[in-house]
């Protein structure tokens, strides 16, 4: 799929910066967050998820990272990669289901 | 293990026209959600099935509307289109009912396009 395009926020980073993508989400009740990856021509891809009884949760090479306070949503990436260029969405889901909740997304491109 | 399919990729309609879209779940899942993206609104939910049964809907027009099939496959159809219907629809498969139990796998998406 392509990326949501023209009002998209954008984050440039060089090749082996770390990476900071944010999200505010919206129900104080979602209990379930998920961080997707969308490339160009494709569908949203899992990245990595969390559950509201924790603060941050480590995948390879991402960090998520849940502020329940003040409804803050962090990805960080180490050492930022061409590949890693594309749309992050963050996703909020509440009261189980598969009925997600998208955010807006952040334009992601990294520069050799 | 095939991932999940939608046909067609592509589909050019005219306002007041209907479309259905097809989507193939992985083998095995019995959830099928669909999702619209538009650069305006971002990815919104329409509707999920499960077992050929609505399990959720999305706050959408009556235009827009669903089914599923024994086999799991799901189509989602859209009447009376009107230009601002034109979008990717995206449809993700699950072997569970609920997100935090197993993952959602999205396809590609159809490209719709209203004129």
């Known amino acids: 799929g392509e990326s949501v395009g023209l009002h998209l926020p954008t984050l440039s980073v060089q090749e082996g910066d770390n990476s900071i993508i944010n999200c505010a989400y919206s129900?104080?009740?979602?209990?379930?967050f998920i961080w997707y990856k969308q490339e160009s021509g494709k569908g949203p891809q899992f990245i990595i998820d969390?559950?509201?009884?924790?603060d941050k949760r480590q995948g390879q090479r991402v960090t998520v990272l849940l502020n329940k306070t003040v409804k803050h949503l962090s990805l960080q990436i180490a050492a930022t990669q061409p590949g890693d260029s594309a749309v992050y969405f963050c996703?909020?889901?509440?009261?189980?289901?598969?009925?997600?909740?998208f955010g807006t997304g952040t334009q992601l491109k990294v520069e050799l | 293990k095939a991932g999940v399919t939608q046909t067609p990729r592509y589909l050019i309609k005219t306002r007041g026209q209907q479309v259905t879209l097809s989507c193939s779940p992985i083998?095995?899942?019995?959830?099928v959600s669909w999702y619209q993206q538009t650069p305006g609104q971002g990815l919104q939910f329409l509707f999920e099935?499960?077992?050929?049964?609505?399990?959720n809907k999305g706050n959408f027009p009556g235009r827009f509307s669903g089914r599923q099939f024994s086999n799991s496959r799901s189509e989602m159809n859209v009447s009376t289109l009107e230009l601002g219907d034109s979008a990717l629809y995206l449809c993700?498969?699950?072997?569970?009912?609920?997100?935090?139990?197993?993952?959602?796998?999205f396809g590609p998406g159809t490209r719709l396009l209203v004129l």
């Open positions: 083998s095995g899942h019995r959830s």
């Open positions: 996703a909020e889901n509440n009261m189980g289901g598969n009925k997600l909740t």
């Open positions: 129900n104080s009740a979602s209990d379930y």
């Open positions: 969390i559950r509201s009884n924790m």
């Open positions: 993700a498969s699950s072997s569970s009912r609920r997100s935090d139990e197993e993952t959602q796998y």
């Open positions: 099935y499960f077992s050929e049964t609505q399990r």
